[in-house]
């Protein structure tokens, strides 16, 4: 394998810093998720797919989180890595399938970052749009500007990338915390717009319905929380990693899982479930917008557009911090060019990686608006194949918790039921996305998903050395001895 990048000699034999607290830790989870641009637009598809049981579906995904991030929160209880699953599943399962669950996240990352570049244009468009800025701009002219800013503060300083993450979500989030308030208040109180009004429908699917459809509508839930484990990438950077990665995890999956299902209760009760709210839900490009400018007005829109802007950035931001430590990582121990795995001096940061993992994102981006792809679906194409290697990875970190939590008898024998549970909603979830087939494009990612797994399974089969490297600097590894 060539080198594929060439390291300015400020990067050169830098290392990751360990400086970050708690609060930063969570930062990039939540960041990642971003949960302002999810509510702000995931719930589009499902509602198109399940109609007034949005929420029930986003209520699905959580509970699968919950049961997911077990095994997360557990493993980086004992085990704090920069290669996030590749060093807790290189830990626990070996050097090959370290790799592989390094190689599926890294994927999820990167798809991610191309969806949230698209999502900052999507609705950083709309807020030019309805402030009458900039009629009917142009989403990748906006996309490049923000790519390059995230680019610059990813590269800085990560505790300065960590607090404008947290600064950005607490922004938006209140937005929506108000908005919510208002549509509950609205629709309980029976002033709503069109008559709306309160009910718990939305947990019950609608004739027709079968649960099928709610498990495939889940994957949009899924994309909410993909990233949910990001505080894993800062394992090695963060003071106290055994006590604060764990409990940036956890809560940023309690808050977020709460949060998502009742945005998503307030989106389709603020619409209405009957026929045309629900239509008026599933065919919107910003139903938070929509919901504002009917229920408290067009200056509540521009700050919700705003805040989701916000929102998409802090995703992008957390993403390319995460892929690109992933890859940090993987060249460290060798893969490609172990340029990759160096960090800059002056930063910290890991800058050859993040070069890699930008130009991906921008690539994969700027190809969709080429072909004609629009913006909406620019967002949910990439953040559909990511949802996809997520999956993959989270079985592997599944398998590799339960062997090294339960068969080598380090934690109760029946906490291994929160496992078996959380392969079933992996493993499910995933058949779902494949069967029955879905329509186009959306058949069409589980195979490239697919080849993506073949080449990384083929990379360690085919390269015996670097498994050989991979062993070797996992075992030397700070941070991946449980007894110290």
């Not at 970050?20 to 641009?37: N, Q």
């Not at 077990?70 to 290189?90: D, E, M, P, Q, V």
Request: one cysteine or more.
């Amino acid at each position: 394998m060539s080198d594929v990048v060439v390291a300015h000699e400020e990067y050169v034999k830098g290392s990751l810093r360990r400086e970050l607290r708690f609060w930063e830790a969570i930062a990039i989870s939540v960041g990642i998720m971003a949960p302002t641009a999810a509510m702000a637009l995931n719930g589009v598809a499902p509602a198109g797919l399940v109609g007034r049981a949005v929420p029930l579906a986003f209520l699905f995904a959580a509970i699968a989180i919950a049961l997911i991030s077990y095994s997360f929160i557990r493993l980086t209880s004992y085990f704090n890595h920069a290669g996030s699953t590749y060093g807790l599943a290189g830990v626990t399962l070996g050097p090959r399938s370290g790799f592989f669950a390094g190689w599926a996240l890294l994927a999820t990352y990167s798809c991610f970052i191309a969806a949230n570049i698209a999502e900052v244009g999507l609705f950083g468009g709309n807020f030019l749009d309805s402030t009458g800025i900039w009629h009917s701009p142009e989403w990748i002219v906006i996309s490049l500007v923000a790519v390059i800013a995230a680019w610059l503060l990813a590269y800085g300083d990560v505790k300065v990338a960590t607090r404008a993450l947290l600064s950005f979500e607490g922004i938006s989030v209140t937005l929506i915390l108000i908005l919510i308030v208002v549509i509950f208040w609205k629709v309980i109180g029976g002033t709503a717009p069109a008559g709306q009004s309160f009910s718990l429908k939305p947990f019950v699917p609608a004739s027709g319905i079968p649960v099928g459809a709610v498990a495939f509508a889940s994957v949009f839930g899924l994309l909410s929380f993909g990233g949910f484990e990001g505080a894993a990438a800062l394992g090695e950077e963060t003071n106290n990693p055994r006590r604060n990665i764990p409990m940036a995890i956890g809560w940023a999956v309690a808050f977020c899982g709460i949060f998502y299902v009742i945005v998503m209760l307030a989106q389709t009760l603020g619409y209405g479930i009957d026929p045309a709210g629900i239509k008026a839900f599933s065919t919107s490009s910003g139903p938070l917008g929509d919901l504002s400018k009917s229920y408290v007005g067009s200056g509540m829109e521009d700050a919700i557009n705003f805040g989701a802007t916000l929102s998409a950035f802090a995703s992008l931001l957390g993403c390319a911090a995460g892929a690109s430590r992933i890859l940090f990582a993987l060249g460290r121990d060798g893969f490609i060019t172990r340029r990759l795995g160096d960090a800059s001096r002056r930063t910290g940061s890991p800058a050859n990686a993040l070069v890699v993992v930008m130009l991906f994102g921008i690539l994969m981006a700027t190809a969709l608006r080429i072909n004609g792809t629009n913006v909406v679906n620019a967002f949910f194409y990439p953040g559909t194949a990511g949802v996809l290697a997520m999956l993959i990875a989270y079985f592997v970190i599944q398998i590799g918790a339960f062997k090294f939590l339960h068969l080598e008898n380090r934690e109760p024998r029946w906490r291994a039921i929160i496992i078996a549970l959380a392969i079933a909603a992996i493993v499910y979830t995933f058949y779902k996305q494949v069967w029955p087939k879905p329509a186009y494009p959306y058949d069409v990612f589980p195979l490239l998903i697919a080849g993506w797994a073949l080449i990384g399974i083929a990379v360690t089969l085919l390269f015996p050395a670097l498994t050989r490297r991979i062993g070797k600097g996992l075992s030397e590894a700070e941070g991946l001895h449980p007894d110290t």
